[in-house]
């Protein structure tokens, strides 16, 4: 019997927080047995284990999900197959790393985008990243607009995140002051003997 992953689920998404409160791990494995009732499908942290039997499937039902897992959390598991009689030896163990949510959240009076390797924010503000991956947020403001810093998870605060939990990140746009107005007028003009006079008008405005 051997036990092979497939693909790493999605998570679902929490309206409220937009993090992933729930991770997921599809499992499979080949039959190899003729006359089981079932399988028992047993988790543990490592290779080593130790392994807790989390669930079982029917006759001729060879794959599992296992759901409500933490993010960024590596899970190792094995099955055997049981008939009234008794069971078989276990698989191989195999084991995967659940991914971690990094959802970006744009404020302030200006605008800009953040990206980010898996993260486009523009468009898309959320994204499942591998575990313990480490990003460097790069926040670019629009025209008109200025970064004015990062704010939220205490990991986002230097815009560089390590992705060992759901993260997020606050990137506050604000809009650009206005160019300072000169603080005096000066004035230049040419008397009628042809001598020029320069005048200052302190806290005037240009024209």
């Not at 130790?50 to 006759?59: D, E, L, S």
């Not at 607009?145 to 230097?158: E, I, P, Q």
Request: proline share 5%; net charge neutral; hydrophobic share 40%.
């Amino acid at each position: 019997m051997k036990i092979v992953f497939f693909a790493v689920i999605l998570a679902l998404l929490s309206a409220t927080h937009a993090q992933a409160q729930d991770k997921r791990l599809f499992t499979a494995w080949t039959d190899n047995s003729t006359n089981e009732i079932g399988f028992n499908v047993e988790r543990g942290p490592a290779q080593s284990g130790a392994f807790a039997r989390i669930g079982g499937t029917a006759t001729g039902v060879t794959s599992y999900t296992d759901t409500g897992l933490m993010a960024a959390t590596q899970y190792c598991y094995r099955v055997n197959a049981f008939k009234s009689a008794g069971e078989s030896a276990y698989s191989n163990v195999a084991c995967a790393a659940t991914p971690a949510t990094l959802a970006i959240v744009k404020a302030g009076t200006g605008s800009g985008v953040v990206t980010a390797a898996g993260i486009n924010c523009g468009p898309t503000c959320s994204a499942e990243i591998q575990a313990n991956a480490v990003l460097s947020l790069i926040a670019t403001p629009d025209v008109g607009s200025v970064f004015a810093g990062w704010s939220g998870n205490t990991d986002c605060l230097d815009g560089n995140v390590t992705m060992t939990t759901n993260i997020g990140c606050t990137a506050t746009f604000n809009l650009a002051p206005p160019p300072n107005a000169p603080s005096q007028l000066i004035l230049t003009i040419v008397d009628s003997t042809g001598k020029p006079i320069t005048i200052v008008i302190p806290g005037a405005v240009g024209p």
